[in-house]
């Protein structure tokens, strides 16, 4: 069974930090793009930040370039995310993705998410 479980969210205040975790579980994540998603009331699902399988690059949504890190270590099947300089605005639940591009959406999973409250 494929399996995506986040962890580490919670309420921090403006310019805090927090870092979530998701461990991965039931394919073979070395294979896989790993990404971070978000979805706040009444917005749609955004992408925050995604990196590849095997050599590690990143990419950031402009709103979160210079705030955010996602890493990933293939030994733990886990990919996390930092974030600093939290603004409300980052306010969210926030999800972990799986992904073998050009392979189609039956090889794409999703986890449960994770709430993110930035709020003082």
């Known amino acids: 069974q494929v399996q995506l479980v986040e962890s580490g969210g919670g309420l921090v205040q403006p310019g805090g930090s927090l870092r979530l975790s998701c461990a991965a579980s039931?394919?073979?994540?070395?294979?896989?793009?790993m990404s971070w998603y978000r979805q706040a009331p009444g917005k749609e699902r955004e992408l925050v930040a995604a990196?590849?399988?095997?050599?590690?690059?990143?990419s950031y949504t402009n709103s979160v370039k210079g705030r955010f890190i996602i890493s990933r270590d293939n030994a733990k099947n886990t990919v996390s995310l930092q974030m600093n300089s939290l603004k409300p605005e980052d306010s969210a639940v926030y999800y972990c993705?799986?992904?073998?591009?050009?392979?189609?959406?039956?090889?794409?999973?999703w986890g449960q998410g994770t709430l993110v409250t930035v709020s003082s």
């Open positions: 993705n799986a992904d073998r591009p050009g392979w189609g959406t039956r090889y794409t999973y």
């Open positions: 990196i590849t399988s095997i050599s590690g690059s990143t």
């Open positions: 039931g394919f073979t994540f070395s294979s896989y793009v």
